[in-house]
């Protein structure tokens, strides 16, 4: 049974830094694809990075390309998220997926809890 946990997550500053990390277990973590989403207060869940199953390809939202950084280890079998220059609307709780080859989202964490301050 695949699992993701979340942690990383916490209060910063308005233009601060954050690296939030997704460790896997009870799967081939290598063969998977990752994602990254979040989900605000009264919003719906939203996309925000992804990673190839080898690292060498990724994906952003508009809202977070050039300011987050998506990256794995497969060999600890987890997906990292440094995330730069903070805004208050990158409030959210994150939360962690394995990408099935259909390109859907599976598995998801129980998130973590990220809080920019203006």
């Known amino acids: 049974q695949v699992q993701l946990i979340e942690s990383g997550g916490g209060l910063v500053q308005a233009g601060g830094s954050l690296r939030v990390s997704c460790e896997a277990s009870g799967c081939f973590f290598s063969g998977y694809g990752m994602g990254w989403f979040r989900q605000a207060p009264g919003k719906e869940r939203e996309f925000v990075s992804a990673i190839s199953s080898s690292g060498v390809y990724t994906y952003y939202s508009d809202s977070v390309k050039g300011r987050f950084t998506i990256s794995r280890d497969n060999a600890k079998k987890t997906v990292y998220l440094q995330m730069d220059n903070l805004k208050p609307e990158d409030t959210a709780v994150y939360y962690c997926?394995?990408?099935?080859?259909?390109?859907?989202?599976?598995?998801w964490g129980q998130g973590t809890q990220v809080t920019v301050s203006s």
């Open positions: 997926a394995t990408r099935g080859d259909s390109g859907s989202y599976y598995n």
